[in-house]
């Protein structure tokens, strides 16, 4: 389990699938490289990646599969990412791991993925029963601000612009997308802002979110660069990002950042998730 570059993952490659826990299987990125290339200096960046994995099971002590749902909580100031399909892998390999309990399964995924990520991991895994109903995100929606929109790339914060008048206020836009750096893919979201201080314009906002869509970047590193801009071109007295990305290989995950520290999201499943 060594720290490297995205290129050196199995992300796109095939891969054997694991029966047995195999901590190896784990791919940590180092944040460093991708924080260097964004205007982090000043920003107060806190917050956690919640990753909800779909796809878990192990056997309890008389062979019988049992299921559940974990939730993974990643701190932001975690020196180390993980690699979404090395998490696949991982989760896989529990599928014939004889455990006493689902606590005990949440104890050995947190161990595992502290180590993985240089910081304490939080790992609840809960029954289906405990599967959250589909909610939605608070806020107003800005999908359909009157504007004409033509850049879908490279993101420019040049784009947003801000009014003359305070505000305290909450904008959602379903209209997110941006590509995997490795595959090229497209990942899907619905982003929340919500922010204190000099009004946004909401066309400026939806316009610089579109510019995201021909943009290649990590879930997490994607919402640091909305904070970040956010951050130097409003200055507000307080902002929070939340992205909710569709779930990929039984796996979703929903980066957060936040200018308070400890502030934490709920975990709402959302439409397309």
């Known amino acids: 389990m060594t720290a490297s570059t995205p290129a050196d993952c199995e992300l796109g490659r095939p891969s054997t699938y694991p029966e047995r ?35 878990l099971s192990w056997l309890d002590p008389r062979g019988v599969p049992r299921v559940g749902i974990a939730e ?20 896989n390999g529990f599928n014939q791991e004889p455990l006493p309990d689902a606590e005990a399964a949440a104890d050995r995924i947190a161990t595992d993925l ?15 029963e405990q599967a959250p109903g589909v909610g939605e995100l608070e806020g107003d929606c800005i999908d359909a601000v009157e504007t004409v929109l033509d850049h879908y790339g490279p993101p420019q914060a040049s784009a947003l612009r801000i009014l003359p008048e305070p505000a305290e206020e909450t904008l959602v836009s379903h209209l997110f997308k941006s590509n995997c750096p490795v595959t090229g893919q497209p990942d899907w979201a619905s982003v929340q802002i919500r922010y204190r201080g000099p009004r946004l314009d909401r066309a400026s906002l939806l316009r610089y979110l579109v510019g995201f869509r021909r943009h290649t970047g990590f879930h997490e590193h994607c919402v640091e660069r909305i904070f970040a801009d956010l951050w130097h071109t409003v200055q507000p007295e307080r902002l929070s990002v939340y992205a ?12 957060f950042r936040s200018s308070v520290p400890g502030e934490a999201p709920a975990n709402p499943r959302l439409a397309r998730q």
């Open 114 to 128: 502290s180590r993985a990520a240089g910081a304490a991991v939080l790992v609840r895994i809960r029954p289906l």
């Open 72 to 91: 993974i909580r990643v701190p932001a100031d975690s020196p180390r990412l993980i690699e979404s399909k090395s998490l696949k892998l991982y989760l």
């Open 244 to 255: 909710r990305f569709t779930r990929r290989g039984g796996i979703d995950i929903n980066p």
């Open 21 to 55: 826990h195999d901590p190896s299987r784990l791919f940590p990125i180092p944040r460093a490289k991708a924080r260097a290339d964004l205007p982090l200096a000043g920003v107060p960046l806190h917050g956690v990646d919640l990753w909800n994995a779909w796809e």
